[in-house]
């Protein structure tokens, strides 16, 4: 890539590149400058330090599931909905076992405005089933544990038993619906 060609998506198209190759670990400012065929200090132009690109790589990442969340979950309600955001989740943790574990998890300022709209949709599926105010919001994140868990584990290889992972899968599925009926009762 030519030095004239880098801007701050740029830098994050070359960042995750790598992420996707070799993992979040190996993401470092020169490992990129190095893609970019520039200097390290040429980076600074485009990004601050390795926290900022590594916040736009969690960013874009979380843009990434939040379209395939929002999809999946498009024209659906109640327990249709709720199936296909969890098989969404964990169909692009799956394809994209590197992004996914890049992305960060703890809320910062550069993620918010994409952390909430993935919330409006975890939000939006769980409507119908009465859940509201704060009994929502430990729904979302009962929702998120299950489908991060899921797929993280997933990921690793820690489901080493023979047992179908698609049927587990569907399990988990059932378990959390179930467990939303009984939320609303309480």
């Known amino acids: ?36 065929g ?4 040429s980076l600074y132009k485009h990004v601050r330090n390795l926290a900022e690109l590594r916040a736009l790589v969690s960013v874009r990442v979380m843009g990434e599931l939040t379209e395939i969340a929002s999809e999946a979950a498009l024209g659906r309600s109640g ?18 076992p590197h992004r996914y574990s890049a992305m960060i998890q703890a809320p910062r300022p550069e993620t918010a405005d994409v952390g909430d ?35 993280v584990l997933e990921a690793a290889g820690a489901f080493r038993l023979a047992e179908d992972l698609d049927e587990s899968h569907a399990l988990l599925a059932r378990m959390v619906i179930a467990g939303l009926r009984t939320a609303r009762e309480h």
Not at 79 to 96: K, V
């Open 117 to 151: 709209r993935l919330v409006g949709i975890m939000l939006a599926a769980l409507r119908a089933y009465g859940l509201e105010g704060s009994a929502a919001i430990h729904a979302v994140r009962c929702l998120r544990a299950a489908m991060h868990g899921f797929a």
């Open 79 to 96: 327990d249709e909905a709720l199936r296909a955001l969890m098989d969404g989740w964990r169909s692009y943790a799956a394809r994209n």
């Open 38 to 41: 520039v200097a390290t200090p």
């Open 1 to 36: 890539m030519a030095r004239a060609a880098l801007s701050p998506d740029a830098v994050v198209d070359l960042a995750l590149r790598i992420v996707n190759e070799e993992g979040p670990d190996a993401l470092t400012l020169s490992a990129v400058a190095a893609r970019a």
